[in-house]
């Protein structure tokens, strides 16, 4: 088995008129040949190649798609921001199995915010915003720490974002478990006292309301080099962590959760479980 993973934060690399840039287009087109490079080396027998909101959402999503196939012969396929929330749901109630009942997950990306509730293993519910941990640092902080005006403005952007959307999840009913996925989840938990990483999948790591507003009330003060010292958090991320702690708040709150369990599984393993069923039927 091999894991591999390179960061890109393309969201971060948008131009003015929401377009990615050339550099991002470059990391972008090195990073699906490298991946292709890997899995010839692997002798994998299937490569899956999937873009979500970065890509989807740019003003210039065919022409980049376009430029990587050109460049690597890899043709990416992307993803319906609907299609990212249930595959997620889907890795989530795999993990968890159906005695779980309702489960409501909840995914912060770099470019979007997947949320999703059901008793399935097909949401009742499913949607995608643009709500992003990385998307939000981009447009809406310049300043390191960010401004404490400009926190209070971006939570209530937040909270009107949400608030098209909660209704529809409250109108399901209670959950009878609430999850997070992502990364961002991870080290939120962490931040909050969960288990590190290095204690394995099988240990159970939650997100309280209570720890996440004293986590904010922490890390809104701090530089982002200051972050990126604390225990969980990686270099790569800890610059937007202020914003993803924000949208995890939000969505908390405007559903009503008062604990999230923190999954080990996400989109990763929801497309590697949706491929297998294909296979199996």
Known sequence: ???WKQPLRLVEMLDKNGAIDDKGVKKLTEAVQEAADLADNLKCEEFLAFATSAVRSAANSDDVLDHVEKKTGVRLRVLSGKDEARLTFLAA??????SAGRITNLDIGGGSLEMSTGTDEVPDVAVSLDLGAGRLTHEWFDTDPPEKKMVNTLRDYIDAELATVADDFLDQGEAGLAVGTSKTFRTLARLTGSAPSSAGPYVKRTLTAPGLRQLIAFITRMTASDRAE?????????HQIVAGALVAEATMRALNLDKLEICPWALREGVILRQIDKGQN
């Open 230 to 238: 604390l225990e969980g958090v990686s270099s790569d991320r800890s």
């Open 93 to 98: 109630r795999r993990w968890y199995g159906w």
């Open 1 to 3: 088995m091999s894991d």
